[in-house]
């Protein structure tokens, strides 16, 4: 297996790892109505994110994609969805932290599917 598969490979676990936990932190916070208490529900997902964000400029840089290609959308709707993920939690009216949390939701689901379908390749 090559490094870059290999990175590939640790670039979808991390990204599940980021989705799963921002749902599960939505259905805590704006669901359960429950506070984020505890090291795992705060930190982790700032840890995923960033390994998440550094994995995939080691596998821009290591395979020479374009910003002008489908890499490209996929970086602007990973940043869509962090950006909606920090205003969902840091949201104070509720049906606004609601709607940001499923836009933010969906975003993550298209992320998924530009990665997987790779649009103009």
């Known amino acids: 297996m090559s490094a870059c598969e290999l990175l590939t490979k640790l670039h979808i676990l991390i990204a599940l790892a980021s989705g799963i936990g921002f749902g599960l932190r939505g259905h805590v916070r704006l669901i359960m109505d429950r506070p984020l208490n505890g090291p795992l529900l705060r930190i982790g997902p700032h840890v ?50 609601v709607l940001m949390y499923l836009a933010g939701l969906l975003v993550f689901l298209a992320t998924a599917v530009v990665s997987a379908v790779k649009p103009g390749l």
């Open 48 to 97: 995923a994110d960033t390994l998440l964000l550094v994995s995939g400029f080691a596998l821009w840089i290591l395979s020479g994609w374009s910003l002008w290609s489908w890499f490209g959308l996929k970086l602007g709707l990973v940043v869509a969805y962090l950006v909606l993920g920090v205003r969902a939690f840091r949201s104070e009216a509720r049906h606004r932290a």
